[in-house]
Structures are given as structure tokens and as C-alpha cells.
């Protein structure tokens, strides 16, 4: 035989001309049965004068000699051709398939009349482009361009039938048939196959591939024929004959027989209509197609969903698709199930890119009730099918990078490519290019991104720069943020810039604050976001705090001034606290205390005291409407007073907006008054409020002339009752006005009389028990407008029959103004205070009075100012102090230790006999507040809230107790509001709730409106 000439052609796998057929001692003998086929000459085979006249010339002269020979080596003859080769090794094949078929008794079976069985089979479903093989540009074009689209056309081809393409060559067919295999491995379990269903010819067992010992297990269990097991899934096998491995050779032989049908033309494709089965078959494709969509149903697929709808319609006429469900397992196994399964945990994967998922986890996002094995198969094929990737013990999505795409092979457009991802603009790569233009360099850099993009488009058409896209487009981040908080590189900065930036220039960004709470943007970029938009912050207690002193300092106020601390004291610790966070450029030095504590005493966030004292407290989130209606300041008028005396006059109103003592009053007076409602009051001197013209001199010796003679620590005691101006405060800077009338340490001085006309006719005035000083003074002076006032003292008021007090008078029918109080309170059933003279219920004698009785129940408030006695309540019910403390005792143990109101427990179902009253909450919120011992309380808006015990309580408490009820420790502002009003009837402001998180553990939100058990459950959350 001649020798064969090597043009150079790429090496491919030796294949022989025809499978089955080998050559011993010049005999062309079959490798299935032995059988020797005669050693014809090459005329037999009617080759073309060409093919023909080629062999001839290199002395392949018969059958054997290209028997004996490979592809390659033929495909290397001169002259001859890649269709002359394809046509040699075809007629070749046909000639000898003609004399000695390779499975002889299959061929023989066919003729026969045999029966028919009706079965299915997988192949690849016929839209399936080739562009899902990903070849390379050579292969792909060569099938495009001969009109070959789908895999559908090439999936049966041999080698010989590839090279019969036009074009094609041999390195390219070798990578059609390895991709179509491949594909054909990984595709029958995906969304790219389809199941078809064939009439075949039925025949005995011994048809199948298997061992006598096979054989023997199947005659055993009565199977004679293929038809008895030809529709059987593997698991139906493995459950028949309980024998795993076995069953596998089983399914696997019949599996080969249908292709082998398929293969020679034996197969016709049907519907399945022929095949008859039981109604108790149809029934049981039907329980189980209705149970796969139940367990299925966590896909959410509408596709899935109008799968399994028409497997369900199909039932009563199609006989294949009943056969296809008689068993769960093999509708969980379809691979339309596996498909949407794959595409379920992918959809996953793709939210969580940035971050990944665990591998124990990704598996675990498929139910407990899917199989494992099938959450295996769908993990191993997406690996498989490079969709997802293992990076550590993590999975992602298997994206490329914009790097991967780049063209290296031209070097001059890979350097602009590299210059303008390195930043440089078209105007210096031009000057650097030497002289050529601006636009040519974009022409360039554009010809070459379309490359790029076509090249990405054929492979999936993402890349991993484009997990970015969201944000980039939404967002206004820059190309730093990028860098420096992201680390992305220069090319997939450049990618995002390209492909987003002028297709978005129209688009307003929203700022990068907002996506602190996208939900769209992994947790880890929110967090990177964060650390971008507060680069110039300082976090503090939970809070993102601008980098300057004074924002700084307002938020450590409630830190490290939450109870009375010294303006020094302060200024240290913040200057230790900022040495810790490494900001000493804000420490001040001693030198600058004084200029800082002036800021402060002007802030809205601290009360300042005497001794440059201060403590924490939000004066802007509160509302002072009470504060100011009850106080009534406006009663006052050319008088200086202390803040002593309306702090201790208004003692439960200072417990409910707490204030301390009368230097806190006085602060938060001043910096919460309006000049315009108040405009005639002076608060410059701390404690002191000076009201309209008032004359200290002059008041001193006016209190004085009404009661003297007096001791000299007397007189200090009286002043401080009558203006709450503390006596030693007062020896030191008051007693110097009447320090001429000191006789032996009694005040005396002499003041003219009321005449017996004056006294006789003032008498008949006043009727009344109680007066204040200033009014009768009032009245002299009106009736009497050209006498001395200063004939109304204790003296002449003695002479009229009362009993002189520091600014007021009782008549002196009474004993003293306890006993004038207790007949007010208790000369009724029903009492009103607000009808009361003006001044009564200002004295604290007074306000003594009946808070005794509002302590032991001996009057109980139903409405503001208003109040029953306890013994008409018990001469018309029968109640008495004992029910209520029962009352008390039965709240006691329905709460438990929950905050709580009157109207809460109501909702709750609170009942009890009191009930029978039919007063309002008022009255049951009067019985728990003065039972102290058991329940303590704080006022919000017009309402009280309680909790069991003596603890101090605010309103931050409250809303934190609120938070750890909820599965989630989070609360949004608008939704606590609603909560608070309609079950505690308390309306609040969203500001309230807001400002209550401020020196707590809570944490509020801007961009979510939402309030925080702790900054951690945020975390969490986002």
C-alpha cells in the first residue's frame, strides 16, 4: 500500500471508516457474531470516478483495505475530498449493514408481524438553538450559514454526516458532536428535552443486552416480552424486583431498544390514544398529578402550572400520559419539575449574588418533602451546565466579568481599550496615537464594544459587572464610591459608565441615602452605601451624628447627661470620648469652656441649674399647652415671684413633665415661652420671674406693713410662702429693704388704722370665706380711692374677722384653713374645684388637703376637677373602699407586668364589678393612680399610662416594651401611632415616638419611618 501524504491538517480521534466490522489475516470479520464477510473488490461499492480512481491510485484496492483504515487517514489522500470521503465511508456502511446486519435478530424481529406496544421516549425538543452549545466562531458559522438553527437538526448526525456540510472541517465536526453530546447528557434532564411517545413492535425478552443471569431474574418473575416492562420507570423497576442494581441494566437495555428503534425507522410516533388502560390507572395519575401540584406549588410557575393542568386534561384520552404518572417520584423527577427548580434556586441566587448562599442552604431552599436526591440532581446539573459556580463554601451565579471578553488578538485596539479603562480621555489617547483624531479613537473604542457586547450577548448576555446595574442606574453614585468602597476595577467601572451612564442621562438618580433601604441591593453594597453617605458622620449611640462639636455634643447629652451632671464634668467626658474615637481636632482646651458653655445654656436640649449644672432634656418633643394652661401666668401681674412657688403649687404637674426643681422651671419657662402671649414677663435673673412693673423694695415693705410686727425669720418664712423666694436667699439680698424696721430681731412699723366707718362698711362687703389679700386690698381702694392701701395688714384683716395668711385670708368662723378646706371638700356629694374662688386651689394648703383625700378614696376624681364622694357612692351602690381596693388587686393580676391603660385592659376583656358605676376611664385611671403602692405611672397627651410596680416610668419605656411584643422588634412610626391610639386611646405625634428612641437602645430610621429594638434587629432587617 502506498504511502498516505500529511497535509498538515489538525489532529482528530482516530474513527474508523464503519463501527462493528475489524479486519484479521485480510478478512473483514463482525465483531458481534464472528461472522466472516467475503473480501470483495471496491467496484462493489459503485463509488464515483473520482473516489474511485483516488483509492486506485494508493492501492486500496478492496473491502478490507478500508475497513482496516481510519477517517483521518483517508481524509489525507490527495484528491480526495471531505464529500468523497463522507461518500466512501457511506456506501461502505450500507454495503455491509446489506450482506451481515449487526444485530441480526433485532432486523429479523421487525419483519414479523410482531405486536405493537405504545412507550415514550426523551430527545431533544425541536426549537432548541444552536447557540445553547456555545461553540466557537468557525463551527457556529459553518451550521448557520447551511441553514442549520436548531440542535433538533444536528443531534443525529454522524461524523460523515458533518463533513458533508459545506465548509466544514474536520476540528469543527470533532467539536459539534462533543458539544451535541455533552448537551445531550445535561439536556435530557433540563427544559431542552421533550418527551415523545412511539408504537413499537413488541418482542421477546432476549431482544434486550443482558446476562443469562439477567434473563434468568426477569423468567423468574413471569416477564417474557418487552412490552410487560417497556413503560416501567426505574423506581417502579427497583420497587418490582427490589433489586437496585439490576433494575438499572434493565431500565438502560430497554432505554437502548427504543433507540434502537428510532435509529433504524421502526418507530412510529403517536399520541398514545392505542394503549388501554384500567380506571383505576387513570384515578391514580389523577391523585398524584393533584398531590405534585400541592408540593409544587412553592415554584410559583405558571409554566409548571400549565404543565401539569394539561397532563390532568389529558388523562381520560392519552394512555401515555397516564403511564407517564403512575408514581409521584417520577412527576418530582421530570425535567420539567427539575427544570423550574433549577430556574427557582437560580432566581434565589441571583438576589443574593453579591453575598452568595451557603452550600448546606442553597440545597435547603428546595422544601423538606422534595426528594433529595432530586435536590441533588438539581444541584449537580446546575454545576454541571457551569450556571452556578462554588467559590469557597459558597454558591453564585457563574457570570464572566467584561474583562473575559476583551479581544487581545489586536493589539492596537486592545491598547485603547486599556487606556480608556485606565480613565484616560479620547483627547489624549488621540495625541498619544500621534495625530489622529478625537473621533477616530471613539470610532474605534466603539467598533470594539461592539464586539465585546455581541460576544456577551452569545454567551448569556450578562456579565458579573451587571449585579451592579440596579444600583448604578437608581442610585447617584460615583465612579469613587465604586473604587474605594466597592474595590471594583477600572474596566468594570468602565463597563457600568459605558453601558449605563449615557443611557441614563436623561433619568433623575435618587440620592444614595434612600437605598439604605432597598431591599433590591444586597445587605453587604447597603452597607458599603452607608459607610459612603456618613463618611463625613460620626456614629453615636446608634445614630449617624455630622462631624462637628455641636452636633456631636447634642448627641452625648443624653449620654453623659441623662441625670445632673456639671458643665465641666460634661465637656471632659466628651473630650475623653473623642479622644477614643480618635477626633482629638475637636477636644477643647480649658481656655474654651467658658465660650461653649454659653452654646450650651442656649440649646433645646438641656435644662441648665445654679452652679453650672445641668441635666438632658429634649425640650423640642414636647407640648407645653398644659404646662402654660395650668400654670395660668397671667394671673400675676407687677410682682416678682421665684420659681419656686409654681413648682411647689403645681406638684403633679411638674411629676408629668419632669421637672426637677424650680431652676429646670425656670430654664425651660425661658426657653419655651412666647414673648407675644406673655409679652409683660421677665426671666433673665434664675430663679426670679418678674411680672409687669414689679418693685422688690416696695413689694418687701408692702408684705411687711400687712404683717407686722413679725419676727425677723418669721417674716423670711411668709415671703417664701407668699412668692417662693427661699429665706436664706432672701436674709442675703431682700432684708436689706426693711433692715430700719428690725427692732431687737422684730420687724415693727406703724401703719394708720381703719376708722370705724371704714371697718363697718368693708365688713359689710365682704361676706365670703376666703379672700386673697390682694383683692380686699382691691376693694378698699375702690371704695375708698384717696386713702392709704396700706390700712388693709394683718392688723385691720384681723379686725374684719379672718384669719391672716401669707396672701390670703380665711374667715375666722374657722379654725384655721384646714378645717375652711374640709368644708369645702366635704360638703357635698358631687364636688367641683373649678367653681372654686380664685386662689383656693393655688394654695398649697389646699393642694394638701385634697390630695390627703384623693389618697385614702375619700374622694375620687370621675373628670377633671370633679370628684364624688366615696359615701354617696356607698349609700347608692353599696361599693365601698374595700371593692376598690378588690379593683385595684384584679388589675393587678390581669396586667401582669405589660404597660398598660384603662382602655387597653378593656379591650382586653377587663371586667369588674366597679364597672356598675358606669363612669367613664377617668374615674378607674383616678383609682390606679393613687394606689402607689402597686402601680406607677407617666401622663402622655390627656391620658395616663400604667405599669405594675414603683420604677420610675417614661414614655420611652413604653415604646421600647412595645417593640419587644412584636415577632419582628421593629415598629413603623405611622403603625405605632394607629396602635397607641386605639388600644390605649393616647394620641400621639410621630415626632414623639421619634424623639423617645434618643438616648436609649432604640434605633429610628429616616428612610423607613420605622423604630428599632436595638441597631442589631436594623441589621437584620436590611
Known sequence: MSTLKNIGRPRVDDKKVVEGFVVKNNK?????????????????????????????????????DLVDQSFEKLITVQNLGCKSVCEICDKLKDYLECVHPINKEFSEHIKSNAPLVV?????????????????????????????????????????????????????????????????????????????????????????????????SILYSNEITTIGQIINYSLNQLVNFFENEQFSKRLFNAIHQYKEECVKTGNAEETDGNNYCISKEQKEKATDIIILAKKKLAFLNSAKLEK?????????????????????????????????????????????????????????????????????????????????????????????????????????????IMSKRI????????????????????????????????????????????????????????NSDFLKDYLHLSSSSIYYLNYMYKGSNRDKIKKPPIEALDDTEIPTAIRFKIESYVYKNYVKIENQYIPARRGYIEDALLPVFAKDDISFDDFIDFTNEYLNDLGMSNFVLSKDSYRGRYNKILQSDKVLTKHNQMMRYYDISSRNYDELYNTLNLNQFSDVEISA???????????????????YELHNLLKKTICKEDYPNINLKRTPMIKFGNAN?????????????????????????????????????????????????GIYEITVPPLNEGELGHMKSMLKDDFYLTSKIKNMFMREYPNENPNKINHFSLRQLGFIVYSDYVISNRFNNASDYYDYLLTSGDIIDISKYKYGIIQTNSFCSRIRKYKESYELIEFFKYKYINIKRITEITGFTKRDIYDFCKNVLSFVGNRFFTIASIRSEGFSDKLDALGFGDYFFTSLLQENTQNFNCFR?????????????????????????????LSMNVYDACELISEKYNVN???????????????????????????????????
Request: include cysteine; charge should be negative; charged fraction near 30%.
Open 119 to 215: 412507550t415514550s421516549i426523551d430527545c431533544i425538543s425541536d426549537h432548541i438553538p444552536i447557540e445553547s452549545l456555545n461553540l466557537s466562531e468557525r463551527p457556529y458559522n459553518c451550521l448557520k450559514n447551511n441553514g442549520i438553527d436548531y440542535i433538533m437538526q444536528v443531534s443525529s448526525f454522524s461524523f460523515y454526516d458533518l463533513m458533508k456540510i459545506r465548509n466544514m472541517g474536520s476540528k469543527s465536526a470533532e467539536e459539534i458532536l462533543k458539544a451535541v453530546s455533552q448537551f445531550q447528557k445535561c439536556g435530557m434532564n433540563s427544559i431542552h428535552t421533550k418527551r415523545k411517545f412511539i408504537r413499537i413492535s413488541d418482542g421477546p425478552i432476549k431482544l434486550l443486552k443482558l446476562s443469562d443471569e439477567d434473563y
Open 940 to 968: 402622655i397627651g390627656n391620658n395616663k399610662i400604667f405599669r405594675a410596680g414603683t420604677a420610675d416610668l417614661n414614655f420611652s419605656d413604653f415604646i421600647e416594651w412595645l417593640l419587644y411584643q412584636t415577632e419582628s
Open 307 to 415: 404543565y401539569l393542568n394539561r397532563l390532568l386534561n389529558q388523562i381520560e384520552d392519552n394512555a401515555a400520559v397516564v403511564l407517564q404518572v403512575q408514581d409521584i417520584r417520577e412527576v418530582m423527577n421530570s425535567h420539567q419539575v427539575i427544570s423550574e427548580c433549577e430556574e427557582y434556586l437560580c432566581r434565589i441566587l441571583e438576589r443574593n449574588q453579591y453575598n452568595g448562599i451557603d452550600c448546606i442552604e442553597f440545597r435547603n431552599l428546595l422544601p423538606d418533602y422534595v426528594d433529595e436526591k432530586i435536590k441533588e440532581r438539581v444541584e449537580k446539573e446546575l454545576l454541571s451546565s457551569k450556571i452556578i459556580k462554588l467559590d469557597g463554601e459558597k454558591y453564585f451565579m457563574n457570570y464572566p466579568s467584561f474583562c473575559d471578553f476583551l479581544d487581545k488578538s489586536n493589539e492596537y485596539l486592545y491598547a
Open 422 to 477: 485606565a480613565g484616560k480621555t479620547l483627547e489624549e489617547i488621540a495625541h498619544e496615537s500621534g495625530g489622529v483624531t478625537r473621533e477616530r479613537i471613539r470610532q474605534r473604542e466603539s467598533k470594539c464594544m461592539e464586539k465585546v457586547l455581541k460576544a456577551i450577548h452569545i454567551s448569556g448576555g450578562i456579565v458579573q459587572e451587571d449585579i451592579y446595574k440596579y444600583m448604578y442606574t437608581t442610585y447617584d453614585l
Open 696 to 744: 422688690r423694695e416696695e413689694q418687701v415693705k408692702d408684705l411687711l406693713v400687712e404683717i407686722a410686727p413679725i419676727d425677723v425669720n418669721d417674716f423670711a418664712k411668709v415671703y417664701f410662702e407668699k412668692y417662693g423666694v427661699n429665706p436664706i436667699t432672701f436674709a442675703a439680698n431682700y432684708a436689706k429693704y426693711i433692715s430700719q424696721y428690725n427692732n431687737q
Open 28 to 64: 473483514i470479520i463482525c465483531e458481534s457474531d464472528s461472522v466472516i464477510i467475503a473480501n470483495e473488490s471496491i467496484d462493489v461499492l459503485n463509488l464515483s470516478t473520482r473516489s474511485y480512481r483516488a483509492l486506485c491510485r494508493i492501492g486500496m484496492l478492496n473491502l478490507a
Open 988 to 1022: 400621639v405625634e410621630k415626632y414623639e415616638i421619634k424623639n423617645s428612641t434618643t438616648g436609649t437602645s432604640m434605633y429610628y430610621n429616616e428612610s423607613t419611618e420605622k423604630i428599632y429594638a436595638d441597631y442589631e434587629v436594623y441589621f437584620d432587617e436590611i
Open 644 to 662: 419656686r412657688k409654681l413648682f411647689d403649687e403645681n406638684s403633679d404637674l411638674m411629676r408629668d413633665y419632669d421637672i426637677h426643681d424650680e
